[in-house]
C-alpha cells in the first residue's frame, strides 16, 4: 500500500508561514498558543472524555442486560414449550391405549363364555392397534427366512436347524417382532438364527 504523501509534491513555503523556530513560544515568548485561541484545560477535557465513555459503558450495560433478559426469556419459553409437547404426545399414547382397553372390555363383555367370540374380539383390537400405529409410521419388520442383519435383528438363539435349503445364518423363528418407525428402526425384531 502506497503512502500518498510521497507522492505530492512538495509544497513551496508560503510568505506569511511562520517559522517554528522564530515563533515567540520558541524565542522564549510568553504562550504558544496563537493570539485569540486560548489552550483548552487539559483536566476539563479529560473530565468530558471521561464522561463520554460512562455514558457509553451505561448504553452499553443496558444493552447487555435487556439481551441476558431476552435469553432468559427464551429458555424459559423453549422449556415451556418442550414441556407442552411432551404433554401432548403423552395424552395422544395415553388416548390410543384407552381405546385398546375399551375394545378389549368390549370383547371380553360380548364373548358371554365364548371361546370364539372372545378370539374374534381380541383380533379386531389387534387390527385396530396395527392399523392405528400404521397411521402414526410404525411398520413390523418382517424377520422369519431372512438373512440375520444385526442392524436390525437380536440373536437370543442359535439352533442347529435340519430343514433342507435354510442356510446358517438364517432366522428360523421370530420370538418378538421388530418395528420400524418412519424407516428408522423402533425396536429390534428378537431372533433365533439357523447355526
Keep these: 500500500m502506497r503512502d500518498e504523501r510521497f507522492d505530492r509534491p512538495a509544497e513551496e513555503p508560503r510568505p506569511d508561514a511562520v517559522d517554528p523556530e522564530e515563533s515567540p513560544a520558541a524565542a522564549g515568548g510568553e504562550s504558544g498558543a496563537a493570539p485569540g485561541h486560548e489552550a483548552g484545560d487539559p483536566v476539563e477535557e479529560l473530565q468530558q472524555l471521561a464522561a ?8 452499553n450495560w443496558q444493552q447487555f442486560l ?3 433478559a ?3 426469556n427464551y429458555k424459559k419459553q423453549a422449556a415451556r414449550q418442550r414441556e407442552e ?8 399414547l395415553l388416548g390410543v391405549i384407552l381405546t385398546v382397553v375399551d375394545n378389549l372390555e368390549r370383547a371380553l363383555a360380548h364373548a ?3 371361546p ?5 374380539g381380541i383380533r379386531m383390537t389387534h387390527r385396530q392397534v396395527l392399523e392405528t400405529l400404521s397411521g402414526l409410521g410404525v411398520r413390523p ?3 422369519e427366512g431372512q438373512a440375520f442383519d444385526p442392524r436390525y435383528h437380536e440373536a437370543v438363539d442359535v439352533a442347529a436347524h435340519t430343514d433342507a435349503g435354510v442356510s446358517p445364518g438364517t432366522v428360523i423363528t421370530e420370538l418378538q417382532r421388530g418395528y420400524l418407525l418412519n424407516g428408522e428402526l423402533l425396536r429390534p425384531a428378537r431372533v433365533r438364527v439357523a447355526q
Excluded at 85 to 92: D, I, L, P, S, Y
Aim: proline content about 0%; charged content about 40%.
Design 52 to 59: 463520554r465513555y460512562k455514558e457509553e459503558a451505561e448504553r
Design 70 to 72: 431476552d435469553l432468559e
Design 116 to 120: 370364539e367370540a372372545l378370539v374374534e
Design 66 to 68: 435487556h439481551a441476558a
Design 141 to 143: 419388520l418382517e424377520a
Design 112 to 114: 358371554g363364555g365364548d
Design 85 to 92: 409437547a411432551v404433554q401432548r404426545t403423552r395424552a395422544a
